[in-house]
């Protein structure tokens, strides 16, 4: 049975830090590119931060670079998103992602989401 379950959100004040965990099973983690997408209040689900199934390549939306960073550890078949200087504008539930590309397609699994909510 495929697992994605997102730990680590919470109530944060403006400048403050979180990290988020995705811990994975019953796939092979270590070979997925896996990603963190965010879905604010009221708007759509947007991409934030992808990182290779190595950890050797990482990229991130303009609005996070410098303050968030995607890792991975595949011995414990977890990704994670360290947040710093945490913005009112970051709230939002924040969902794990795991992607296979084959030659049949895309084999695509997402988390339930955590929240995370920027507030004084």
């Known amino acids: 049975q495929v697992q994605l379950v997102e730990s680590g959100g919470g109530l944060v004040q403006p400048e403050g830090s979180l990290r988020l965990s995705c811990a994975a099973s019953?796939?092979?983690?270590?070979?997925?590119?896996m990603h963190w997408y965010r879905q604010p209040p009221g708007k759509e689900r947007e991409w934030v931060a992808s990182?290779?199934?190595?950890?050797?390549?990482?990229t991130y939306v303009d609005s996070v670079k410098g303050r968030f960073t995607i890792s991975r550890d595949n011995a414990k078949n977890t990704v994670y998103l360290q947040m710093n200087s945490l913005k009112p504008e970051d709230t939002a539930v924040y969902y794990c992602n795991a992607v296979l590309i084959t030659w049949r397609g895309q084999v695509v699994y997402w988390g339930q989401g955590t929240q995370v909510t920027v507030s004084s």
């Open positions: 990182i290779s199934n190595s950890g050797g390549s990482t």
């Open positions: 019953g796939f092979a983690f270590s070979t997925y590119g």
